[in-house]
């Protein structure tokens, strides 16, 4: 179903999706997916599978809208401090926004508070680390693909976070070793992004890396023992939603050999908030 709620001045628009047995149940897990520059929610819902996931495993998913820009292309972006443009220029508050989403998804259905996670794609994957140094008070652990941590200022969770990070080696819209990459913008390496979050999440030991057939893991576990970052770095693919679908004709292949949703939902399942 299509929503609509007022932030800032804002009309914010987003497509939610309750589960078959929705009705039958409650204290179900909300999973918030941002979608990628030039996106939107429906582009979103139709490529990544989350939608069928949700169905399947009975959970409560919600595709928020980026802001419109101006521009011929009428392009949607996130505000992540750094990225991407109109959000950023124009100073959107995307932070109050989800924030301000999610309270009214616990206040309107039957979601379980403790049980709140973000997931995004590019530059939703950026937003999704902005909301877990901001809002580590709601989001239980968050997903990133295709992204890296792009705040303004210093990341100061209030709790640890976990992470699961999937990203392509060979990404040259959000290239992985950082540089420059889409729109001629600079992206930070996701090695200094996994180097922060690992010190947030107090993960004092080595990461243990695993290789597989067309990807790696790696893993960071905090000082229980118990894993608090994960990173899957696929050969194939590109700047893409593993397992999903292109969204448009020129677009990277998704990689095959993850899948994003899979991992995301297997990942999530094992952490709540305190």
Request: charge should be negative; hydrophobic fraction near 35%.
């Amino acid at each position: 179903m299509n929503g609509q709620t007022n932030v800032d001045g804002r009309a914010r628009t987003y497509i939610l999706n309750l589960p078959p047995d929705y009705y039958d149940t409650s204290n179900l897990t909300l999973v918030v997916v941002l979608h990628g520059f030039g996106g939107s929610a429906s582009q979103a819902e139709a490529d990544y599978g989350v939608t069928d996931k949700a169905n399947a495993e009975g959970f409560i998913v919600v595709y928020p809208d980026g802001v419109l820009s101006n521009g011929p292309f009428h392009l949607r972006s996130w505000n992540t401090g750094t990225c991407c443009p109109v959000a950023q220029t124009e100073n959107v508050d995307d932070v109050h926004f989800i924030s301000v989403l999610i309270d009214q998804m616990i206040a309107n259905y039957k979601v379980n508070p403790k049980k709140v996670y973000v997931a995004g794609m590019s530059n939703g994957a950026m937003m999704a680390y902005t909301l877990a140094c901001d809002l580590s008070n709601k989001i239980a652990a968050i997903t990133s693909v295709s992204g890296t941590l792009m705040v303004s200022s210093p990341c100061q969770p209030s709790r640890a976070v976990p992470i699961l990070h999937i990203h392509s080696a060979i990404d040259t819209h959000v290239p992985f070793e950082g540089g420059i990459g889409m729109a001629n913008h600079y992206f930070t390496p996701v090695d200094s992004t996994m180097s922060v979050w690992s010190a947030l999440d107090s993960c004092n030991a080595p990461p243990q890396v695993t290789e597989n057939a067309g990807y790696s893991l790696t893993e960071w576990k905090d000082y229980t023992g118990k894993v608090a970052i994960d990173l899957y770095l696929t050969q194939d693919g590109g700047h893409s939603w593993p397992g999903g679908l292109k969204p448009r004709d020129k677009a990277d292949p998704p990689s095959s050999a993850v899948n994003a949703t899979d991992l995301l939902w297997n990942f999530f399942q094992q952490y709540s908030l305190p």
